[in-house]
């Protein structure tokens, strides 16, 4: 009998999180959901449950931003066996420049948007390297290519995320196990949630979540190491 994949997907329920579960929802899958609210988690499982296509849903209800939650999580997975896929995508963005920034704006943005990735990546990675396979896809910004004003911590953040997924690569290569960081422009989710969209001048979740499932089909000697993706126009000024 086939294995049933396991993939684990964090900040699932809204966004790029939620086009993503919806992308890899197909036969034999079981999909290990991570978010903060409770009732649109329940919501998302629910619009994603699909007993005909053999997709199997369970949710776990957390902040990532807390270390132990983080590993509490990564043991929860761990249950279900080795992962298959692993997307850390939970985030937050609080828009501000270093110097005047408000105080604790660093240490938010770096405990959710690269501590919480940092902490469930480690506690999965043993049952992944045992079982000698998988992918890890970091979800990463052109902010980590480039800093700009009003990027302030956030930045910084994923620029850490980046050097995280480069310092995966290099030390899981041998190891049968892929890592991709992807960078995506301006995405209408809830950072931009007063952007009218209307002349669909930035993207949408489901462009990344098409991109980062495309990644997981090549050959098991080809890897995607980055993925950066903007706004046909650019990013916007």
Wanted: charged share 20%; glycine share 8%; hydrophobic share 40%.
């Amino acid at each position: 009998m086939q294995k049933r994949k396991n993939i684990v997907i964090t900040g699932a329920t809204k966004g790029i999180g939620f086009s993503l579960a919806v992308v890899f929802s197909e036969p034999n899958t079981r999909l290990l959901l991570c978010a903060r609210n409770k009732d649109e988690l329940g919501l998302a499982s629910s619009a994603l449950t699909n007993a005909e296509q053999d997709v199997e849903v369970h949710s776990f209800c957390g902040d990532l931003s807390d270390k132990p939650t983080a590993i509490e999580f990564a043991a929860w997975c761990n249950e279900y066996g080795a992962t298959d896929i692993l997307i850390n995508n939970v985030g937050t963005f609080i828009p501000g420049d270093v110097s005047t920034e408000a105080d604790g704006s660093v240490e938010k943005m770096m405990d959710t948007n690269f501590y919480s990735a940092y902490h469930l990546t480690r506690a999965l990675l043993p049952k992944m390297i045992e079982a000698g396979s998988g992918h890890i896809f970091n979800i990463c910004s052109v902010a980590a290519l480039k800093a700009y004003n009003g990027g302030g911590s956030y930045s910084i953040s994923k620029f850490a995320m980046d050097g995280f997924s480069q310092n995966l690569r290099s030390e899981l290569q041998d190891k049968n196990i892929k890592v991709t960081a992807v960078f995506p422009g301006a995405v209408m989710t809830n950072s931009w949630k007063d952007f009218d969209n209307s002349n669909q001048r930035i993207m949408e979740p489901e462009d990344v979540a098409i991109m980062v499932k495309a990644s997981t089909l090549l050959s098991a000697q080809s890897t995607v190491e980055e993925i950066v993706m903007r706004p046909q126009l650019g990013d916007l000024p």
